[in-house]
Nanobody, 121 residues
Framework: QVQLVESGGGSVQAGGSLRVSCAAY????????LGWFRQAPGKEREGVAR???????SYADSVKGRFTISQEYARNKLYLQMNSLKPEDTAMYYC???????????????WGQGTQVTVSS
């Protein structure tokens, strides 16, 4: 069982930066990925970024070059550094964990409660 707790959301003006964090409790095995999703009001949830145990990362096209996902060596902390924020980045951001091999098919197995990020123009 894995528990995920996000923190660090808030409000920022367009062009600003924000870092959200996620504390992971439980066993994050070598074959698991950690990642971030977001959901804006009236929109479907979308994957933002993910990282595997080797540090390999992938990003949604909409955030490439602006967002950076990282994790601590013990994989008990996950971060998302968000730069050059845009109003369209406004959403609830969720931390997630699950088997990398199933990530794109069935999605993550564990979810945090979310942290709100609001970007004003």
């Amino acid at each position: 069982q894995v528990q995920l707790v996000e923190s660090g959301g808030g409000s920022v003006q367009a062009g600003g930066s924000l870092r959200v964090s996620c504390a992971a409790y439980g066993s994050i095995y070598y074959n698991m990925c950690l990642g971030w999703f977001r959901q804006a009001p009236g929109k479907e949830r979308e994957g933002v970024a993910r990282i595997d145990s080797y540090g390999e990362t992938s990003y949604a096209d909409s955030v490439k070059g602006r967002f950076t996902i990282s994790q601590e060596y013990a994989r008990n902390k996950l971060y998302l550094q968000m730069n050059s924020l845009k109003p369209e980045d406004t959403a609830m951001y969720y931390c997630a964990a699950g088997l990398c091999g199933r990530w794109d098919v069935t999605g993550p197995d564990y979810w945090g409660q979310g942290t709100q990020v609001t970007v004003s123009s």
